[in-house]
């Protein structure tokens, strides 16, 4: 294997997962009988750049042309985009007259926000189902895959942009300094680039392996984010951190003609060297965290199984495939699990085979413990759900540690 950032070939092994198919790959009835490809998921770091990455096994045209993940159903997402395109506003003076360019911008959950304060806009998403989707909101969305020629012709046709966005979607890219290259390329010389991203200081420190998947190629810190945005000649000048997806940065870049780092991107670099994370000896920890996670989950539901109660799971997000995965759960231990997403209805989790039916099934079956797989959306999960104290069910989340949520008003979240 060769480093996507620095080429180099001295990379080495923080975490195998074994192999497992592409986390979104839900099967359909009629494939169940059939074989299933799996992949090796296999975390590594080069010891040169400091890149956490897995090998590029599958491409993004073989994940993303037709996609299950919608943004919009998630309110609190919804939400947060909302937030970010108001503060954006405001920070940046956008007005009638700027050009705003979303990559990735999936259902249009936030382009509408801009859409409605009558900003210019354009979205950039390669799923024709969830573009679709986007337009009829009324949302500007060109389907297709963004390399450096899209970004010319896009540039062309529109002119620089004022703010590039791109939320959730750095890791998604095996050509990295392609990818990077196409995004200066969308942005004006006086513009700002704003990445939203998992922090790989969490999913060293937290043990949040399940966030590694087959469609997240590699995983930053602020450090080699900076190094691979410095390959187009981008500058990262401010960092938040984030509580989505378990802990995210939100990476302020510009042209480095235009840039000086700021205050807040040095405290997280030397949050991140505090914790080990410049050098290789702070990722050796993540393995055997992640081998306590999976014999805690389940020891739970072995046990929940011997008592005798009904466990079944709410979500079918693609962190929670690598976990099932990973930990080797099947209908014996999680007879099912709901999604809000219509087109996962009726359909399988990849490899473990668990059915996926809509959310009212809960309702009707009143299991004793519902399993929440995504557990990065605790809030809002724990407040859809709270009716299922009613019948004395209980709501378990798997991360950061095991623990029962707090479902009454003076009920504690309660460790496992």
């Not at 909302?82 to 959950?109: H, K």
């Not at 079944?312 to 099947?330: F, H, S």
């Not at 009716?387 to 008003?409: F, N, S, T």
């Amino acid at each position: 294997m060769q480093c996507r950032l620095c080429d180099s070939t001295r990379l080495i092994s923080v975490l195998d997962l074994g192999a497992t198919p592409p986390c979104e790959r839900f099967l359909t009835a009629a494939e169940l009988d059939l074989p299933e490809a799996t992949f090796p998921l296999h975390l590594r770091l080069c010891e040169n750049c400091l890149l956490l990455q897995i090998p590029a096994l599958i491409t993004p045209e073989d994940t993303f042309t037709e996609y299950a993940y919608y943004s919009s159903y998630s309110d609190s997402w919804v939400r947060h985009a909302r937030t970010f395109v108001e503060r954006a506003i405001g920070r940046l003076d956008l007005g009638a007259d700027s050009f705003v360019v979303e990559v990735a911008s999936n259902d249009g959950y936030l382009l509408q926000h801009l859409v409605s304060a009558g900003i210019d806009c354009l979205g950039i998403e390669p799923s024709v189902n969830v573009g679709a989707a986007a337009r009829d909101k009324g949302v500007p969305t060109h389907t297709g895959f963004l390399d450096e020629e899209l970004a010319g012709k896009v540039r062309a046709e529109h002119g620089p942009a004022d703010l590039v966005v791109a939320n959730n979607v750095y890791a998604h890219i095996p050509d990295l300094r392609g990818f990077t290259r196409s995004l200066r390329e969308l942005l004006a010389d006086d513009g700002w680039l704003s990445i939203e991203v998992h922090h790989a200081l969490n999913l060293v420190t937290l043990g949040q392996f399940d966030t590694v998947y087959h469609e997240h190629f590699q995983y930053y810190t602020v450090l080699s984010a900076q190094r691979a945005l410095a390959t187009a000649g981008l500058t990262v000048v401010d960092v938040e951190l984030l509580a989505t997806h378990g802990g995210s940065l939100r990476l302020w870049a510009r042209p480095e003609a235009v840039a000086e780092p700021g205050e807040r991107v040095a405290e997280v670099l030397k949050l991140e060297a505090a914790a080990g994370l410049h050098t290789i000896d702070g990722y050796r920890d993540l393995r055997p965290r992640t081998e306590q996670v999976r014999q805690e989950l389940l020891r739970f539901l072995l046990d929940a199984r011997d008592a005798g109660q009904r466990v079944v799971g709410y979500g079918a997000p693609g962190k929670g495939n690598t976990l099932l995965n990973y930990c080797g759960i099947r209908t014996d231990l999680l007879a099912y699990t709901v999604d809000r997403n219509p087109y996962k209805h009726g359909r399988y989790t990849p490899g473990t085979r668990i059915p996926i039916h809509a959310p009212e099934r809960i309702d009707a079956d009143r299991p004793d413990v519902v399993l929440v797989l995504p557990w990065n959306l605790e809030t809002e999960i724990t407040a859809q759900l709270r009716r299922v104290a009613e019948w004395g069910g209980q709501l378990v989340y798997p991360l950061p540690q095991l623990h029962y949520a707090a479902l009454g008003d003076h009920v504690e979240r309660q460790s496992i």
